[in-house]
Structure formats: C-alpha cells, structure tokens
C-alpha cells in the first residue's frame, strides 16, 4: 500500500529560525511529489511539484528537495506569515489520485 | 473562473438528511476530484471525473455517496442519510487533467451533521 508520512505532526518557530519539514513515502513507483500550503479555512495551495530525486525548487523562503524515499520543505529565516500547515502528496503512476500525508502544523512566533 | 467554487461553504443537517455539495471547477479543466479532510487526519480521496466519466470511484466510504460531473463542467457529491461521521470538509479540486499536473483546489465544504 502506497503511504505518505509527514513529520513533525506541529512545529513551533521563532521568526527568523531556519527549520526542515519531512515527508517520506513508500510508493512502487513515483512519477511527481507536490507540496501544498493550507491555512485555515482554506483550500490547499500549491507550492512545489518534484519529479526525480536530486530534483530541488525555491519559492521565496521555501526550498523543496527529493530523494529516493523523502522529501524536504527547508524553510529559511521564516516569518509569522508562514505559519501554515503543509501537505506532502504522491502521484504514483497512470491515473491514480494524489495520495496525501497528514501534514505538517507550522507555527512562527515573532 | 478564477478558482474552483464550491457551495454551500458551510452545511449543518440533522442525522438522515440528505445534502449536495457542489462543485465548479476552473474553466477548461478537465480532471475534477473530491476529497474529504476530518479533524487530524489527511486529505482522504473519494472520487475522480475525467470529462463526465469517473474512472475511479474506489474512494467513496459507503454506497450513500454519490457523485456525478455533467458538461464536463460542475460536479454535485450527494450523501443520502447522512451520519455523524460523515462530518467533516470536503474538498473539490479541479486540474488540466493527465499526466497528473497540479491540483486547484477550492476553499471546502465544511459539513456538520447533528
């Protein structure tokens, strides 16, 4: 069975301290991870798709990395406006949906 | 459209009631999805429409949920006597459809069943 696991569950930041959000998957072939922002109340947003290990993407503040079995959200010098839950999601193969994890609960305190 | 629209944004029915929750996805988008999301757990997904058709419906929790897509455009989800546990939000997300590109999602149905 296909399965995606985020930690931390939550975590909690001062501004300014630079941390990493994990997802690894157990998937029989990955054809793109996808990195999605949602704040509360609110729809999903997407960040990031990855599609081969070693792949990297920047957006601001976040930088999204892939291997083999993990991904990486790396946030550096974060502010409070980043304060979010993040979804880590798989696509494994023809038409299959996304498989999501359960996210990541972002706090930063200024 | 400018995003993906859904209606009603919020829903509170009694146990047994039957309810709709709609879907309109982006303009020329033609792989629609929905998800739900509970309290402390992960987007689960229940349906998928490519066009009209829904290749994939192995989400669907019980046969009291229905979906259908018509002109390739809106999609209603229906849930017949609803359950307690059928609360939750549930999220519509529409994309250009395969090789799977990124979702748009929209801002969620957030149902209470009483």
């Known amino acids: 069975e296909d399965q995606v696991t985020q930690s931390p569950e939550a975590l909690r930041l001062q501004e300014g301290e630079s941390s990493s959000l994990n997802c690894s998957y157990t998937?029989?072939?990955?054809?793109?991870l996808f990195w999605y922002r949602q704040d509360p109340g609110k729809g999903p947003e997407f960040l990031f798709t990855l599609y081969s290990a070693g792949e990297e993407k920047e957006k601001e503040r976040l930088k999204a990395t892939l291997t083999k079995k993990e991904s990486f959200l790396h946030i550096t010098a974060p502010k409070p406006e980043d304060s979010a839950t993040y979804l880590c999601a798989v696509h494994v193969s023809g038409n299959t949906p996304l498989v999501f994890g359960k996210g990541t609960r972002l706090s930063v305190i200024a | 459209g400018a995003g993906v629209s859904q209606s009603p944004s919020n829903k509170v029915t009694e146990k047994g009631k039957d309810v709709e929750l709609r879907c309109d996805p982006i303009?020329?988008?033609?792989?629609l999805y929905w998800y739900r999301q509970s309290l402390g757990q992960g987007l689960e997904f229940l349906i998928y429409f490519q066009g009209n058709s829904a290749p994939d419906k192995s989400g669907l929790p019980s046969d009291r949920f229905s979906a259908e897509r018509t002109g390739g455009s809106v999609s209603t989800l229906t849930i017949q006597r609803t359950q307690q546990e059928d609360s939750a939000v549930y999220l519509c997300?529409?994309?250009?459809?395969?090789?799977?590109?990124?979702?748009?999602f929209g801002e969620g149905s957030r149902l209470t069943v009483l």
């Open positions: 303009s020329g988008h033609t792989a």
């Open positions: 997300a529409s994309s250009l459809g395969q090789p799977v590109v990124e979702l748009f």
């Open positions: 998937v029989s072939g990955l054809r793109g």
